[in-house]
């Protein structure tokens, strides 16, 4: 199950920081950072991209391909296919999508805080 996991990797032609990895189709995908918003959605399928709604699974998450069925989704985090573009001068961070830094949260037997 580790190939449907996603990475952090440069762009070889561009540059930029992407996420790379496969989908839950098992496809070999490569995705843009930022989220969409529904307009941004709409506007990337018009232009012939591929859209993708991303679910947690520990630390890093599983892309489903997104279809009408799952158009309606409460609020969905939608990342777009990769496509090449300028390279930023400035250092790229990735979104942290679900919070707590991406990691799963502690559990109530953690020996944080705890002397010895």
């Known amino acids: 199950m580790s190939q449907y996991l996603f990475s ?3 762009c070889r032609n561009c540059g930029n920081l992407i996420w790379a990895g496969h ?4 496809i070999p ?8 918003n529904l307009l941004a959605e709409i506007t990337a399928k018009v232009s012939g991209l ?13 892309a489903t391909p997104r279809v009408g069925a799952r158009m309606w989704a409460k609020n969905p ?4 296919e990769h496509q090449c573009r300028d390279f930023g001068l400035f250092a790229q961070e990735l ?3 679900f919070g707590n830094g991406g990691f799963p949260p502690k559990s109530a037997t953690s020996t944080d805080g705890i002397p010895f």
């Open 50 to 62: 591929r859209t993708y709604q991303i679910h947690r699974l520990g630390r890093t998450f599983e």
């Open 77 to 80: 985090i939608v990342l777009a």
């Open 23 to 26: 989908s839950s189709t098992a």
């Open 29 to 36: 995908t490569k995705l843009d950072p930022t989220p969409l």
């Open 95 to 97: 979104p942290d999508y």
């Open 8 to 10: 952090a990797i440069d």
